[in-house]
Every structure is written in structure tokens, then in C-alpha cells.
């Protein structure tokens, strides 16, 4: 197997990841959504499991052309609060700079999947410096957090330009960064990367793994590296049909986590993104799952199940407070952070 990422239908079904008669339907998803698994990922996936967890996240599907009717391009209202090029300022304390919109490898429910790929270009010169220059002029910014697409696909050297540029802001306290890059790309940790990382502000890398498959030996040899260099590490994860949708896979993906030095941070309810209702379970079976954690593994292992309101409202967590049935519809009521209700659908079977 080449270490070349594989982009094209013909390399997925060279690999053994798809069969030739889904090609027709292959081709389709990839025009309009990007498609790429490196070698990392691919030597995860299990060739004879039809349901082996890590393929279900990565490998398209023609389920990927069909769109449910509640599904938004902008599932979770980044346009709306995007005053700037690359920033999207959402919460008062706390704003978003996507530098980048490419990623190691695109993930087949991602709530992004319209804005990253290729095309999707970085920031030029003259919009980060706008980007930078809005931070800076408002001083409620405390936290700034870094996703994109992978910002750990800048190069060191813009990768530490950019560190340095926000750590010199007074009022910026703490930088967080959001990867993939230490699960499906872990040649990419090298030494020069996280001496680009290192600054005076407290720096937190989210990394993004939704299966304990996910943390074979390159793994984890990657995330020891940051650890080892004194880097906060936090878990991000998507609650997925068909990938982790019960207890035992939930235990033993945040045991794992917890064991690699990540504390489980979110346990995020899918966004209706187009094309991805097959990935989605109804809030119900969410919470009786985060229920069935609480008495299997240590408060460690525990995140906060989420959701992203549709239509840029932001994230709240999914409690009895938050979330309750509406009667009639079979949906659910949503509470934001402000205490407005928001309308949300229910599941799909």
C-alpha cells in the first residue's frame, strides 16, 4: 500500500475498501464532497468487517447523496456569526480562527463537509492579518480556538507564526486547537511541530476520535510526543449510528483516551449536515446511553454529551434541562444558553 492519501474511487477499491460496483455512486460523493484516508487511517480498517467502525467514518457511501429534509449546508450557523473572513465569533469570551480548510482526512459527517476540501483555499496574507487585527480589537476574546479544517496542517513555520501572533495579544489567554492530525497523520508530529506549538499562553490540543480503533501504535506514540511536552490534551467525539452507538463502545473508547493522557471533553450530538442522517440516533438514545456510562467507568472518563443548536443558537449540553420532548411532533425543545427554545427534529430510523 502506497503512504499517498487515497482521494479517488480507483484508489479506495485498489485498497480493498470498496467494491468496483460502487464506483458509480463513489464518484458521485466525491463530486461533491472531498474525499481523502491516509495510510494511518487505512491501516486501521478491518477489510473483511462491512461494519468495521473506522471505514464507516471515513470510506464514502452513496448514502451521502441523499438529504433529509432538516438538513442545513451551515448546520450550526457559522455565516451568521462571521464577521470577518476565517473568524466566527459565536460566544462573548470566546471566538473561532479557521485558517486553513483542508484536512488529513474528511470525516463522512462532518458539519463542515461544504466549506473544506479542495479549493478550499487558506487564509491569504491580508485576511489573517484581518482576522487577527478583529481579535485584537475586541478585548472580550479570552479564548481563541483554532480548527478549520486542521490548522496542524499549516507548516511549523506558520503554524508557530501564527501561535506567537495570538499569544502577543494581552487580553487572548488561552489558545485551543482542534486536530485530527495525531490520529491520521502521525508523521506529521515531528519535534518541529511542537517546538511551533510552545508559547508563554496556555495552549489545549482537541483531538478528534470517535472509536478506540482509532489508537493503534502510531497513535499513541503521537499523542505521547505532545503529552511528553507538556501540551493539555482533550478528546472531542461525535456520537455516531453504526460506529459508536452503544455503552461498550463508549467505555472503551474514553478508557483509552484517559490511558493516552486525553480527557474526554465532548460527546457531541451529530449536526444535521447534508447527506449524513445515517449517521444520526434520536436525542433519546443519547442520553439513555450517557446515563448507562455514569455507573461503568470514572468521572475521568466522563464528557459532556452536546449539542450544536441548528442555526448558529450554540452549544448546549443535553441534560433533562435542556432538552425536553415537544409534545405532538415526536421532537424535541432545545434551550440555548441565552434561555430561548429551539424547535429540533427527531431522530432518524
Known amino acids: 500500500m502506497t503512504s499517498d492519501p487515497m482521494r479517488s474511487s480507483g ?69 451568521r456569526w462571521s464577521p470577518v473572513q476565517g473568524v466566527v465569533h459565536r460566544y462573548p469570551d470566546r471566538a473561532l480562527l479557521m485558517p486553513i480548510h483542508a484536512c488529513a482526512v474528511y470525516c463522512r459527517f462532518c458539519f463542515r463537509r461544504e466549506t473544506v476540501g479542495p479549493g478550499k483555499t487558506a487564509l491569504n496574507r491580508a485576511q489573517l492579518a484581518a482576522a487577527l487585527n478583529y481579535i485584537r480589537d475586541h478585548r472580550e476574546i479570552w479564548e481563541v480556538i483554532l480548527t478549520g479544517g486542521d490548522p496542524l496542517l499549516l507548516s511549523p513555520r506558520r503554524l508557530r507564526a501564527l501561535i506567537h501572533a495570538l499569544a502577543d495579544i494581552d487580553h487572548v489567554a488561552v489558545i485551543r486547537i482542534h486536530s485530527r492530525v495525531p490520529m491520521a497523520a502521525t508523521r506529521r508530529v515531528t519535534a518541529e511541530l511542537i517546538e511551533a506549538l510552545a508559547c508563554d499562553k496556555a495552549l489545549w490540543l482537541a483531538i478528534h476520535a470517535n472509536h478506540a480503533n482509532e489508537f493503534g ?71 439513555a446511553l450517557c446515563e448507562q456510562l455514569r455507573g461503568r467507568v470514572s468521572g475521568l472518563c466522563q464528557p459532556t454529551y452536546v449539542l ?28 440555548d444558553f441565552t434561555g430561548n427554545t429551539h424547535a429540533y427534529p427527531p431522530g432518524c430510523d
Open 308 to 335: 450544536d443548536i441548528p442555526g448558529g443558537f450554540g452549544k448546549v449540553p443535553l441534560t433533562p434541562g435542556h432538552a425536553t420532548r415537544a409534545e405532538g411532533d415526536g421532537g424535541w425543545r432545545i434551550r
Open 11 to 79: 484508489a479506495l477499491i485498489a485498497a480493498g475498501l470498496l467494491s468496483s460496483d460502487e464506483r458509480p455512486q463513489i464518484d458521485a460523493v466525491a463530486a461533491r464532497y472531498a474525499v481523502r484516508i491516509t495510510h494511518d487511517v487505512a491501516s486501521l480498517i478491518e477489510r473483511d468487517d462491512a461494519r468495521d467502525p473506522v471505514a464507516r467514518q471515513y470510506v464514502p457511501r452513496g448514502e451521502e447523496l441523499r438529504d433529509a429534509p432538516d438538513e442545513l449546508a451551515d448546520p450550526i450557523g457559522d455565516q
Open 217 to 287: 501504535p502510531a497513535q499513541r506514540a503521537a499523542i505521547l510526543r505532545l503529552a511528553r511536552a507538556g501540551i493539555p490534551l482533550v478528546g472531542q467525539t461525535v456520537l455516531l449510528s453504526g460506529v459508536n452507538d452503544n455503552a461498550a463502545a463508549l467505555e472503551n473508547l474514553f478508557r483509552v483516551m484517559v490511558a493516552n493522557r486525553i480527557k474526554p471533553y465532548y460527546l457531541h450530538h451529530p449536526d444535521l449536515a447534508r447527506g449524513t442522517a445515517h449517521f444520526r440516533l434520536d436525542i433519546a438514545q443519547g442520553l
